[in-house]
């Protein structure tokens, strides 16, 4: 039995992704009935992320829940464990039921956006064998649950033996430290305010949202495409981290920056300029084109100067591994791209002595659960980015009462304490005391 439902969200402020700006999104909802349990994944399709393309919002937006439900109807139980059941489907069935659905619809959705669509149902597989085995799901991957070991996956018998709970955290945190997006439309300062805001219970400026969460980490979005505009906005707003001593910061280019030299000089000239907010600087996210095969760019000169993280290019541990040898020393990690190739990414990074950090998909509700999860247990260069509270904070305002301080970021952090329940955490009825 297979349930998808979407949730629409309106957004209280527009997001801007890339070229476009995006006010309101669609949640896919997937109740997945396997090992005798049903589990639950949610992921929010992130069209403007995962499809740039000059093709209508509402058209993209539509044929990623038509994937959805065209998933649903050909996503078998499985009968093995859910990292081998999972693997063999996005490696061997995925990219197939893309294809025809493509040539059915006469488009080309491209494999990321078909990853967000997958991401539901294997994130509820994972659920379903964590309650089926009456344990939280972290705890299944090792040699106990899973009937192949890593070398399995990677081909590489330097995996011989090992499982992905080998390169989890010795102590699992139960706070973790928070980022907050400033958006490329956002308001910094309260001087900016011209009576035209949005009034609700939250605030519009980034002072007052660093004030009021106690924030001390920064992700810049950029443009990509401005280097005047990107080097000033990192400027601005490293020197508010300055003022409310914020400890790391993160531009993040989106994917639209063909040269090199454009992220070089910004880098060069702020450490000669602005030393201190250069210093702030803890990596760079993904500046170029996500398309790895297609744009196989040297980036050693870039990752030389500071940590050179992927996101969108990094689908699966193969391209971790392309990005590795074109200089990239760093991953992005996003369970939006599915529970299990977030793992197997993270599994192969670590091996290899890359860095991690797991990236938000603005992921509110029950999409916030294994996001934080998979930071908490993989270990992170610094904690988490959770960023529905700024942009759909009411969507999750019943789970806040519930999953205590998961969803009301505070002094700095999100709190995991609550998550401790069979499966994924997630608390059911039966589980309610």
């Known amino acids: 039995m297979i349930k998808v439902n979407f949730i629409p969200i309106k957004m209280r402020l527009p997001l801007k992704f890339g070229a476009e700006t995006i006010s309101s999104i669609q949640i896919a909802h997937v109740e997945f009935e396997a090992y005798g349990k049903i589990g639950i994944g949610e992921t929010p399709l992130s069209v ?20 959805c439900s065209f998933l649903g109807e050909n996503w078998e139980a499985p009968t093995l464990d859910p990292m081998v059941a999972n693997y063999d489907f996005l490696m061997n069935k995925l990219p197939l039921l893309l294809e ?20 539901s149902f294997d994130i509820a597989i994972h659920d379903a064998f964590g309650l089926a085995k009456n344990v939280p799901t972290y705890q299944t991957y090792n040699k106990n649950y899973m009937s192949k070991d890593l070398a399995y996956f990677f081909g590489d018998e330097k995996f011989s033996g090992r499982y992905p709970e080998d390169y ?23 001087s900016e305010k011209n009576g035209t805001e949005i009034v609700d219970n939250y605030p ?39 003022k409310y001593n914020c400890e790391a910061l993160s531009p993040d280019f989106n994917c639209m920056v063909k040269d090199v030299d454009y992220v070089n000089e910004i880098l060069d000239k702020l450490k000669s300029e602005y030393p201190e907010i250069y210093a702030k600087l803890l990596y760079v996210e993904q500046p170029f084109p996500y398309d790895l095969e297609k ?15 992927m996101d969108e290019s990094a689908h699966d541990w193969k391209f971790v591994k392309m990005g590795l040898e074109l200089g990239w020393n760093g991953v992005a990690l996003k369970v939006c791209k599915t529970q299990t190739g977030a793992l197997l990414s993270a599994c192969w990074a670590k ?6 950090m797991v990236q938000d998909l603005t992921n509110p509700m ?59 955490g997630y608390f059911r009825p039966e589980n309610i005391k």
């Open 295 to 309: 744009n196989q760019i040297d980036v050693h000169s870039c990752s030389a100067r500071k940590a050179l993280f």
């Open 351 to 356: 091996e290899h002595q890359m860095q991690l």
């Open 48 to 67: 403007a992320w995962a499809w740039p393309a000059n093709l209508s919002f509402a058209f993209r937006e539509q044929m990623m829940r038509s994937f």
């Open 100 to 119: 025809k659905f493509n040539v059915a619809n006469k488009i080309e959705m491209p494999y990321l956006a078909a990853l967000i669509c997958a991401s």
């Open 366 to 424: 029950l999409a916030t659960i294994p996001h934080v999860l998979l930071a908490a247990h993989i270990g992170t260069i610094m904690g988490v980015e959770c960023n529905a509270p700024q942009f759909y904070p009411e969507a999750s305002l019943e789970y806040e009462k519930i999953y205590s301080g998961l969803y009301e970021r505070r002094n700095g952090v999100v709190k995991l304490n609550m998550l401790k329940n069979a499966g994924l």
């Open 168 to 190: 989890f955290v010795e102590q699992v945190s139960e706070s973790l430290p928070v980022w907050h997006l400033v958006g490329g439309k956002d308001l910094l300062h309260e």
């Open 204 to 242: 519009v400026t980034l002072e007052k949202w660093i004030e009021r969460d106690g924030l001390k980490c920064l992700k810049i979005k950029l443009t990509g495409n401005d280097s005047l505009w990107d080097y000033n906005r990192i400027v601005e707003i490293g020197k508010i981290a300055l």
